[in-house]
């Protein structure tokens, strides 16, 4: 991944640091791994994965709804019911609302027979959604049908008891996968007080310190770029963003800054197609066009309150990272951005819009101008491009997740699971992207997505992402031996710091 030596046959490692690059003839070793022809590239850069949200939404420590018929949701849940205890809560995760059977969505009576007793909690794949039964609504003094959007949303998921072995164990089970994918570094895009209600706490603010007592202990085994997370899902506020910044956490310090950094702020400023919540020029099925979910009781209010928060964000010399996905909402960003650069000019800020699902060309122009990012999820693409198909037509779906207009706009394209909302492997990211006609990228862009651009997204390049000298020693092993097979090959080796941390043997 390195332009300027593309290709060699061997790599000298010393301590945590790549010390020769080039012909491997003649060389001698502490220990020698044979490669035998297959490829070695640097470890992937997961530039935008909840990591201790994905540990929370899996088994032991949740249910796995990723059901196609909410009549085998419901056997799921019932059989998590058998096994639980008196009135023990039952999580689950993963259903989607395009992708039942049903074709409806589900309601609290859909799990009330199944559990009576005990309260269930059933988060949607993308982390917008809940589904609720009655004894879990009765808890938390919400009332409806039983699907939770942002606040009510949190009102619930607040009640579910912390795991056991609290954060530290979630974390060193996921890293630790997370290293069997070759992922050596990635993104944690929002901890802080707005989190608390999010994928289980795993959002909330007691994840940094677990990070930085697993960095100070040796055991991190990946580097964690962190946005810290001011405000809920529903709604960020000028105020939460200012007591935010006048006091920044201090869990990491004395943490060295190449395992956890904390470098910036998330700023979520829609919601998602599906739901109905992202803000779109184009009309719904419903008639509506969705929202900013910035505080605010008008367009222009929301409008206001969102350009108050970057300028903030940005005059503190923090990079901002915004959920926006609808095209006005994405309108909406980006023309702030531009305005704050304008007026506050400050050198490689590297701002990025996270999602930017429909950016529009004009968008992407000035991002690319402005030397800023996009942080694209390929596999929600294709996850989604049925029900976006529905919703506002083939033309729209098209132009969605737009990886080749980026790219051709300059602007910086870095590509990312968003696990849990999707697995965290990365093959499936880059075959997405590969197999694309018209926003489609070539095998050396989308791997690029996944390494070198997450690099620099995390203003990181001069040191990690590519296998050069005094790069560091993060590299993992494809089973593959031509690139054109690297999609379907297993990762077989990983290298974390000079150490290998992960072997399929």
Not at 228 to 248: E, F, I, Q, R
Not at 457 to 483: C, P, R
Request: proline share 6%; hydrophobic share 40%; charged share 20%.
């Amino acid at each position: 991944m390195d332009p300027a030596r593309p290709y060699a046959t061997g790599v000298a490692v010393r301590g945590g640091t790549i010390a020769h690059v080039g012909d491997a003839a003649g060389w001698t070793g502490t220990e020698v791994v044979d490669l035998r022809g297959r490829l070695l590239l640097p470890g992937i850069n997961d530039s935008h994965l909840h990591a201790c949200g994905y540990g929370l939404h899996r088994p032991p420590f949740c249910l796995d709804v990723a059901a196609g018929s909410i009549a085998e949701i419901r056997e799921r849940v019932a059989e998590a019911v058998r096994r639980a205890r008196p009135g023990e809560w039952i999580r689950g995760t993963g259903w989607n609302p395009g992708q039942l059977a049903e074709h409806r969505l589900p309601t609290k009576a859909d799990l009330d027979d199944v559990a009576p007793h005990h309260p269930v909690v059933l988060q949607d794949y993308s982390g917008h959604e809940t589904w609720a039964n009655s004894k879990a609504l009765e808890l938390a003094g919400v009332t409806g049908d039983g699907l939770l959007h942002h606040a009510d949303q949190g009102r619930v998921q607040r009640l579910v008891p912390a795991p056991a072995g609290g954060m530290i164990r979630v974390l060193r089970e996921v890293v630790a996968e997370l290293n069997g994918h070759g992922i050596t570094s990635f993104t944690e895009p929002g901890l802080g007080p707005g989190g608390g209600e999010l994928f289980a706490g795993g959002m909330g603010a007691s994840v940094l310190p677990a990070y930085a007592e697993l960095a100070r202990a040796g055991e991190l085994t990946a580097r964690v770029s962190v946005l810290g997370l001011p405000s809920p899902m529903s709604g960020a506020s000028v105020a939460d963003t200012v007591a935010y910044l006048a006091d920044l956490p201090k869990d990491l310090d004395g943490v060295d800054e190449r395992l956890v950094r904390l470098l910036g702020v998330k700023v979520f400023a829609d919601g998602i197609p599906p739901s109905e919540t992202a803000w779109m020029r184009e009309a719904y099925p419903s008639g509506g066009h969705g929202s900013l979910c910035t505080h605010g009781a008008t367009d222009t209010e929301r409008v206001a309150e969102l350009d108050e928060i970057l300028r903030l964000i940005h005059m503190a010399g923090l990079q901002v990272g915004v959920h926006a996905v609808g095209s006005r909402s994405i309108d909406a960003v980006v023309d702030t951005l531009a305005a704050v650069a304008r007026e506050h000019p400050r050198d490689d800020a590297r701002h990025y819009v996270i999602h930017g699902q429909y950016a529009s060309k004009s968008a992407l122009a000035t991002l690319g101008e402005l030397g800023y990012g996009i942080n694209l999820q390929p596999v929600l693409q294709r996850l989604e491009s049925g029900t976006t198909r529905d919703m506002f037509g083939p033309e729209a779906a098209e132009r969605e997740w737009p990886a080749r207009s980026a790219l051709d706009a300059g602007v910086l394209t870095a590509c990312s699971s968003d696990a849990p909302v999707t697995g965290p492997d990365w093959r499936a990211g880059v075959s997405a992207l590969i197999a694309r006609d018209g926003e489609g990228i070539t095998l050396e862009e989308a791997l690029a997505a996944y390494t070198t651009a997450g690099a620099r997204q995390d203003f990181a390049e001069t040191w990690k992402g590519t296998i050069g000298e005094g790069m560091a020693a993060d590299l993992f092993v494809s089973g593959a031996t031509d690139t054109a097979d690297l999609v379907a090959a297993p990762v077989e080796l990983t290298v974390f710091d000079g150490r290998i941390v992960w072997s399929r043997t």
